[in-house]
């Protein structure tokens, strides 16, 4: 049944709506909690690498010094006052290791060995000709070492800092960020191994830093993860709060859509449960007071409010588009009860139903008339369209197909409540209307109020000339009916005749008629 997949698309669709409010929050949350990670993790290794140049700068200050004081020695013999002055610099200074001499780039003096060792310096060995990252030596070869040289002519000192100092404070300086000491083309790790570019990247909060004294830059960054690493171990309150919220936002989204679709839903639900029945109210003969025919009322029966007037759901129906479902009902109901009755009707029994705008809009409305006269002998009842004046239907194409193939079916048109609307005569003309049915507004000012009275009567004038049947609705005196009698009203219809009733006591009265 097309209801039913449109109720069940309905319901996938509020489903969506209320996992996509709920995620959402949770999304927006989360991306604000990883930028807000992300800035923090920047912002450490960019202190941490701060931190790193600040210390290797105080470590090669004191190669520095060392050499400085050492270079005016080099030339000269390599005698025991000199290899004092070498090991005392090595005493002396914090972190300086060795020191050594060299003249026209030959190493011929050191700390550790006097002059017994000497050997050639490479200058290209040293970036910008003052910093040597060196894997090991051979008094060390496990160990790095990080060479400093000054130079001056033919002279040149060297101090050195072990590469123990140098991966303690890379380890050291912070417990989360990774760092990396790079000179020229070589880095050293937190690993103590000295290593040829390229340089492993970081995924996370990369920064780099040169020193602004000595040819060396620090790396600090973060290995893949470590954001969310950082979201989970320092926002555990927020997370929660976060799908706290998105929680609450499904919860608020599914409460809405249940409250706004719930009348709507009610209805449909009272459709597939046959809630909607159908009372007739009996339309007679002006001339004779004889029944002629009935209109067909809905009336909801509900099971916990009881009976429900049309007024209150009949423009809801409208608007949810679930009237015209409804009439289609409606009309089966009223054939399968009112046919097995069909021989208590005088030939022709009007039938009245309501009918809508909605109703018009293709041509499913000629299928539902026929079915509905199909349950019916030929000519034993006709059935009368009632269309609202004040809701007119469109002349289109559809709608003009429409009423001719009505007429065809011998199915008559009536504009219902006439007087409240502004149908012209090209209107009435164009659509092939039967009957203007008078509104009962007019009818109660019978004998009160001039006005009415003066436009009923053109109203039933007017029908005349154009050759429209006439029905008076709301007849509740004696006095009304008699004026309208008196007018040539074709059919009365009103509480003074009988008010709606259901199927079976309409039938018993029909029959004592
Ligand atoms: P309506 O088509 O103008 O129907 C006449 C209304 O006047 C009915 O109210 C009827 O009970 C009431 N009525 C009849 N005689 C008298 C009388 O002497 N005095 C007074 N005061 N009222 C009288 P009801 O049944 O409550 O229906 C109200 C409206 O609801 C209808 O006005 C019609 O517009 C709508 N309606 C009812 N059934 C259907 C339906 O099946 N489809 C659609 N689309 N609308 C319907
Ligand atoms: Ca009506
Ligand atoms: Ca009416």
Redesign the pocket.
Known sequence: MPLTVNGKQKRATRSLITALSGLLPIALGVVILHWQAERSLQENTALTAQEAVRQFDLMLDNTALAAQALLPLAGQPCDNATQLALREQVTRRPFVRATTLSWQRNIYCTSLFGGEQASDVNPSDYVEGTLWLMKSNPVTPDTALLVYRLVDADKAAFASIDGYQLTNALRLISRYTQLILQVGPHWLGADGNVRNLPMPTFAVAHHQLASARYPYSVDAGMPEGEVWRYMRDRYPALFSLVVFFGVLAGVFAHWLQKRSSAPTHELQRALEANE?I??F?PVVRGDTRQWAGC?????WQHPKEGLV???LF?PL??HCGL?VP??RA?LRQTAARLAPYAGCFDPGFHIG????AQHCHDLALVDDCREFLAAFAPGQVTLVL?L?ERELIEPTDITRQLFVALHQLGVMIAI??FGTGHSSLGYLRNFNVDYL?I??SF??MIGADALSSHILDSIIELSGKLDLGVVA????TVEQCDYLAAQGVDFL????FG??LPIDEFIKCLVSH
Do not use: H, W
């Open positions: 909607f159908a009372y109210q209109e067909v009322l809905m009336r007037s049309p007024d009949i129906a409208e009237i409804m009439t409606l139903v309501n009918i809508t009632e609202t219902d409540d049915k509104d009962q009818v109660a609705e709301g007849v509740e219809q009103g509480y003074l008010k709606p």
